[in-house]
């Protein structure tokens, strides 16, 4: 907790003592500059929405890596683009995108096995 002198009040206060009514309330008051700039890690749900139904091992497999929403869209798009326009690869923003990366890559190799496995 802040220690703090106010002026005016301290007559009646010691050195150290927060006036009444001053006393943080939650929100931004609290938090560190580290905690508001920081996104949440994807869940399984954000996982199914950005890739519909998959194996649940390679949703456990993505979802150990800890990737955030936006490093899993990343990975996403990326991999779509070199899919679909065959373009070098772009260099990923960090270790977690491309091994996210690595993983839908596994998961398209292993589709397109499957696809020509059925007769």
Not at 48 to 58: A, N, S, V
Request: glycine share 8%; with cysteine; charged share 30%.
């Amino acid at each position: 907790m802040r220690r703090i002198c106010v002026a005016g009040k301290a007559k009646r206060m010691r050195c150290g003592e927060q006036p009444p009514g001053t006393r943080a309330a939650g929100g931004s008051r609290r938090a560190t500059p580290v905690d508001m700039f920081t996104k949440p890690f994807a869940t399984e749900g954000d996982v199914k929405r950005l890739l519909g139904e998959i194996d649940p091992l390679t949703t456990s497999r993505i979802l150990a890596i800890a990737p955030t929403v936006d490093e899993l869209d990343e990975a996403i798009r990326q991999e779509e683009d070199a899919a679909a326009f065959g373009e070098e690869e772009h260099t990923p923003s960090s270790a977690r995108v491309a091994n996210v990366r690595a993983v839908l890559a596994e998961l398209a190799a292993a589709e397109l096995d499957a696809e020509g496995a059925v007769p």
